[in-house]
């Protein structure tokens, strides 16, 4: 019988609320490859990432030897539209390793889920009214614009909304 090739992943993220004014976001990828961890801390009401730092255990890639250097660079953005393509650039300064961004990007999105999560529950069961919904929530919240697919350009829950 021939080897078996095995492999797992899990990847999960959690937001805590530090004080009033602060939100911490960690997210965590563990694969056969790859053991990292990455936190950012979050000012509120601005959004803005003040604090980022990880642990980068185990890599298969050596582009991500030094990656918590890169995570220095984060530092000041805002979480909302266009900080996939911030993170990306400002991470990308430093290092070849798309893995930190992307830890980033998931800690980011786990912030804005804290922010929306109160809010579905009172999403209408009403399918027609389910879009107005969303529809104004994003209206409300600006920044929810292009943070993920369903709000994304081009997408029906974001239609007559001009982006920021």
Do not use: W
Not at 7 to 13: K, M, Q, V
Not at 120 to 142: C, R, S
């Amino acid at each position: 019988m021939g080897k078996m090739l095995c492999y797992s992943r899990n990847r999960a993220t959690s937001v805590e609320q530090v004080d009033e004014n602060t939100l911490a976001s960690t997210c965590r990828l563990q694969d056969t490859l790859t053991d990292a961890s990455v936190t950012i801390r979050v000012r509120l009401p601005e959004l803005e990432i003040f604090d980022a730092y990880g642990t980068f255990t185990r890599f298969s890639r050596k582009e991500c030897k030094d990656a918590e250097k890169a995570l220095e660079k984060v530092t000041g953005v805002r979480i909302g539209a266009g900080m996939k393509k911030i993170i990306r650039g400002l991470v990308g300064e430093i290092t070849d390793c798309s893995e930190v961004a992307v830890l980033v990007e998931e800690c980011c999105h786990g912030v804005i889920l804290a922010f929306t999560k109160d809010m579905l529950g009172q999403v209408p069961e009403d399918i027609a009214q389910e879009k107005d919904f969303f529809t104004k929530m994003v209206k409300e919240n600006i920044r929810l614009y292009n943070s993920c697919a369903a709000f994304s350009p081009g997408s029906p829950i974001v239609d007559g909304i001009d982006p920021p």
